[in-house]
């Protein structure tokens, strides 16, 4: 009999709702600016706008989706621990929201700026649920 995996569905749900939260903070943020373009933004934007911070935390989260998506389903295929699937995707999930928080908040060019940590968390547990799917892989 399959685990109890409501933790990991709402991890995926969570996650779900982190993109369609920033695409929406993203386009109305830009949605308005005085002559603004859909689709375009002005090429002299950087950290110190919030129209740049909102569209890069959007495309950060976009860049990064298929790797945690991939490795999700693979570990779920695989029939990989479900606690520690849930735990590495809620790892995940919480570190999305911390760089989403921290790219909002803070203008700064500097690097590693405060919301780096939260993006080396989210690396940390997507290499830790591909390890999870590997390991099972391995076994089988």
Same mark, same amino acid.
């Given at each position: 009999?399959?685990?109890?995996? @409501?933790?990991?569905?709402? !991890?995926?749900?969570?996650?779900?709702?982190?993109?369609?939260?920033?695409?929406?903070?993203?386009?109305?943020?830009?949605?308005?600016?005085?002559?603004?373009?859909?689709? %375009?933004?002005?090429?002299?934007? @950087?950290?110190?706008?919030?129209?740049?911070?909102?569209?890069?935390?959007?495309?950060?989260?976009?860049?990064? !989706?298929?790797?945690?998506?991939?490795?999700?389903?693979?570990?779920?295929?695989?029939?990989?621990?479900?606690?520690?699937?849930?735990?590495?995707?809620?790892?995940?999930?919480? !570190?999305?929201?911390?760089?989403?928080?921290?790219?909002?908040?803070?203008?700064?060019?500097?690097?590693?700026?405060?919301?780096?940590?939260?993006?080396?968390?989210?690396?940390?547990?997507?290499? !830790?649920?591909?390890?999870?799917?590997?390991? %099972?892989?391995?076994?089988?």
């Amino acid at each position: 009999m399959m685990e109890d995996c @409501s933790a990991f569905l709402w !991890a995926l749900w969570a996650l779900v709702i982190i993109y369609f939260v920033q695409w929406v903070v993203a386009t109305m943020v830009k949605a308005r600016q005085p002559g603004a373009i859909p689709g %375009k933004l002005p090429e002299n934007l @950087s950290h110190d706008s919030l129209v740049f911070r909102t569209h890069r935390t959007y495309m950060n989260s976009l860049e990064n !989706a298929p790797m945690i998506l991939g490795a999700t389903a693979l570990a779920w295929l695989v029939d990989a621990s479900i606690f520690w699937l849930s735990f590495w995707l809620w790892i995940y999930v919480i !570190a999305r929201v911390g760089h989403m928080a921290l790219y909002y908040a803070i203008a700064t060019e500097r690097n590693p700026s405060p919301r780096s940590y939260f993006f080396v968390l989210g690396v940390v547990a997507n290499i !830790a649920v591909m390890v999870l799917a590997t390991l %099972k892989l391995i076994q089988s």
